[in-house]
């Protein structure tokens, strides 16, 4: 069976505070630390609207424990800037997250791209650039949300890229519920089923992502997970709003027969969900 990871996306959100996070919180409290003590990944999503310092990620290695991994968003400027990067901030991005690889907790990198990126021949330049610029150390995975890309998944098998599997409100265009494996690493990420925002061009981030999975929804990804054939596989739940994705995440490691340490807060602002 693959190592499968499961974690949320992101750990510094202000409405989790009171439902995943001690509030007031005690003094030195670190909610990376704290998370840590319950998964074994975390994907970063800071990283897509700017670049780490390597002493900002050198910090993140220090502060999880052996054997933990991260999954690091890309920078914004590979896969949403369509006049694209310098290999000067190419570098700068390699450098950043560098001491999470020489610590050997880089688990992946996420390419995310947008929406309404189609599979068209200059579509497939962009990925393979800057695919070579960040393939060294880590495997890459590309979340790709058109479902024209269905057609695509020989080209990212060649290219050695792992096709990202998501979770999200469908549409007549969107991808969702694939299970592909087209690299070394399979990633699931669950955005939340919220279609009644999602497609609203007036909702807010929270409000996007403002859903709570049952059971029966998650137990679809349980499945998808345990046949999955990887070295390993990524389950990200981006439902963050209050919390709720830490609230999945544990419920989806408790269905994998995984030891699960839930948090007093959470579980009194959760109850017997978790």
């Known amino acids: 069976m693959s190592d499968i990871r499961v974690g949320p996306a992101g750990w510094s959100y202000e409405d989790w ?35 780490p310092s390597a002493r900002m990620s050198e910090a993140w290695a220090r502060r999880t424990p052996p054997g933990f991994l991260f999954t690091v968003k890309a920078w914004q400027k590979f896969s949403h800037d369509e ?11 390699q450098e950043g997250v560098a001491p999470v690889l020489a610590a050997g907790k880089l688990g992946a990198l996420l390419l995310q791209f947008p929406w309404f990126f189609r599979d068209t021949g200059e579509a497939r330049d962009r990925i393979r650039r800057a695919a070579d610029a960040l393939r060294e150390g880590a495997p890459l995975v590309v979340e790709l949300r058109h479902r024209s ?4 998944l020989d080209f990212l098998s060649g290219m050695g890229l792992a096709f990202c599997n998501i979770d999200q409100p469908r549409s007549s265009t969107s991808l969702s519920g694939t299970r592909h494996v087209t690299g070394r690493v399979a990633y699931i990420r ?31 990804w349980v499945e998808a997970a345990r046949t ?17 994705a830490v609230v999945n995440a544990l419920q989806l490691r408790r ?13 009194k602002a959760y109850g017997d969900v978790v």
């Open 17 to 51: 505070k009171g439902k995943v996070y001690p509030d007031p919180p005690p003094p030195g409290f670190d909610p990376l630390a704290w998370l840590a003590r319950s998964f074994d990944c975390i994907e970063v999503n800071s990283t897509f609207y700017r670049p």
């Open 83 to 93: 006049a694209g990067f310098t290999p000067a901030e190419a570098r700068l991005f």
């Open 149 to 152: 890309w269905l057609d695509a």
């Open 190 to 220: 669950l955005h939340g089923r919220n279609a009644r925002a999602w497609f609203r061009k007036d909702a807010g981030r929270d409000e996007k992502y403002d859903y709570l999975y049952s059971m029966e929804e998650l137990g679809e």
């Open 228 to 244: 999955m054939e990887a070295e390993r596989v990524f389950v990200i739940t981006n439902n963050h709003f209050q919390g709720k």
């Open 255 to 267: 269905a994998l027969g995984q030891e699960v340490a839930v948090p007093e807060v959470l579980r």
